[in-house]
């Protein structure tokens, strides 16, 4: 009796891919877990209250999950939005318009009565070299389309105020790096040295860039513009580490991440609350196999990714020297899933292939290599030869909502983000459960700014 009992146990037990994919594609878990967020947590800007409740929120979802968990400490900038408003002003043939703008994370106040100026126009970093901005109030102006402009747009927007700063103009605008905005700006980060001096930032929506660039066209436009957001002292802050530990090279690490801060103006439900709700998933799912997986996987919801990348490099500083045999991060909102990218150098295709074909049910079969890896990811690349793995995901309404004050739980689609669940869920078990490592590209070269 016991002998054939036995074969229908074994038979009968689930395999790590049924699972994965099952348990993230039937049971909600990543959408229950970003609903859970954006409702109870909501935003969550690096150094507020929203932020210190969110690192206890995810270290209860992670013992929830039942994988161990400890906080890292992290010390982050902290930013205050204030007052802000600002308008175009009324010109012959031309009524006064009301900027639908959004001040950068970063950006200092304007003085108390706020700033009024001519306004400049410059294309990008280049032109401004030798555009005349002094005294002046300079308009960058891009035209971000789809998705892949964004390098260039958020290129503009966090260092052309800082070189506009240099070359003597008073203030900064910026059309949202956005393929979309429905009036309503999208911020972000802009980036001053320490020391140097900084200059109010601001992004504006979309149609109003539309207008300010064809009443430049037209003859001179003044603006004012009217900011109270400050920074404040550094607070100290945490990333979420949590851990599965390898049955058979425990110290080689799989690592899965997404950042836990958002922007202040929205609960970050794409940017990245789907990244938090696809790794707590992930650790759920994969708590449940037995054995565990022969690499350790280390779940990171780091800290500051939107506004100085403080937890990523305190990552790195912490965790630089232990061998990763791969990291993925999830930090591209809820699309589908599409394909398999690696950053990896040659033999890449034909490791991750046989690794792959579990997901050919969602149709995602393709693998191509690139350069890129999560923003999160990038002092660790920089520290140590790093393979990278991504789901890449439909992001062609991704950035018609992100950073803005529209990045709302109504903008996921729980099918799709289920998909891409079920993806990074399995990508991370295929890698710590494989018998080899992924061929990892050379250390990469530090940022130029
Ligand atoms: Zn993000």
Not at 22 to 47: F, K, N, P, Q, Y
Not at 151 to 164: E, L, V
Not at 177 to 204: C, K, L
Request: aromatic letters at 6%; hydrophobic letters at 45%; charged letters at 20%.
């Amino acid at each position: 009796m016991f002998v054939p009992l036995l074969a229908t146990l074994l038979a009968a037990a689930p395999s790590a891919s049924e699972v994965i994919l099952g348990g993230a594609l039937s049971e909600g878990g990543a959408m229950a877990r970003v609903t859970d967020l954006s409702d109870r947590v909501g935003a969550r800007l690096s150094g507020s209250a929203g932020a210190a409740e969110a690192v206890r929120w995810a270290a209860d979802q992670f013992r929830a999950a039942g994988v161990n968990v400890r906080t890292e400490p992290v010390k982050v900038p902290v930013w205050v939005r204030g007052e802000e408003r600002g308008e175009v002003l009324a010109a012959s043939g031309r009524r006064a318009w009301p900027l639908a703008l959004t001040a950068l994370g970063g950006s200092p106040p304007t003085p108390a009565g706020g700033i009024e100026a001519e306004v400049v126009e410059v294309t990008g970093l280049q032109a401004l070299e030798t555009a005349p901005v002094q005294g002046r109030i300079v308009y960058f102006h891009h035209e971000m389309a789809v998705a892949s402009d964004y390098d260039r747009a958020s290129a503009i927007r966090t260092f052309g105020p800082a070189k506009a700063a240099r070359r003597g103009a008073l203030a900064t605008l910026v059309r949202s790096a956005a393929t979309d905005s429905e009036r309503s700006p999208h911020t972000g980060w802009v980036r001053f040295q320490p020391g140097e001096s900084a200059i109010p930032a601001v992004a504006i929506a979309t149609e109003d860039a539309a207008a300010l660039h064809r009443w430049l066209g037209q003859g001179p436009v003044r603006v004012r513009l009217v900011l109270g957001c400050r920074l404040e002292p550094d607070a100290l802050s945490s990333n979420v580490v949590a851990e599965i530990k390898g049955r058979e090279r425990p110290a080689e690490i799989v690592l899965l991440g997404a950042h836990l801060d958002s922007w202040d103006l929205a609960v970050g439900a794409q940017d990245d609350g789907a990244g938090v709700g696809i790794v707590l998933d992930a650790a759920r799912l994969l708590a449940r196999i037995r054995p565990g997986p022969r690499r350790t996987v280390r779940f990171v919801l780091f800290m500051n990714e939107e506004n100085g990348g403080e937890g990523a490099k305190a990552y790195a500083a912490a965790h630089g020297n232990e061998p990763h045999a791969a990291a993925l991060e999830a930090d591209a909102g809820a699309g589908r899933p599409l394909s398999i990218e690696a950053r990896a150098a040659d033999g890449a295709e034909a490791f991750l292939a046989p690794l792959l074909r579990p997901l050919g049910v969602l149709g995602v079969i393709r693998i191509h290599r690139s350069e890129h890896h999560g923003a999160d990811l990038g002092p660790l690349a920089r520290t140590r030869r790093l393979a990278a793995v991504s789901v890449q995901q439909d992001v062609s309404h991704y950035f018609d909502f992100h950073h803005s004050a529209a990045d709302a739980l109504d903008k996921i689609d729980p099918t799709s983000l289920a998909q891409a669940s079920a993806a990074w869920a399995w990508m991370t078990w295929a890698l710590a459960d494989a018998p080899g490592t992924l061929p990892p590209p050379p250390i990469e070269p530090p940022p130029q700014d």
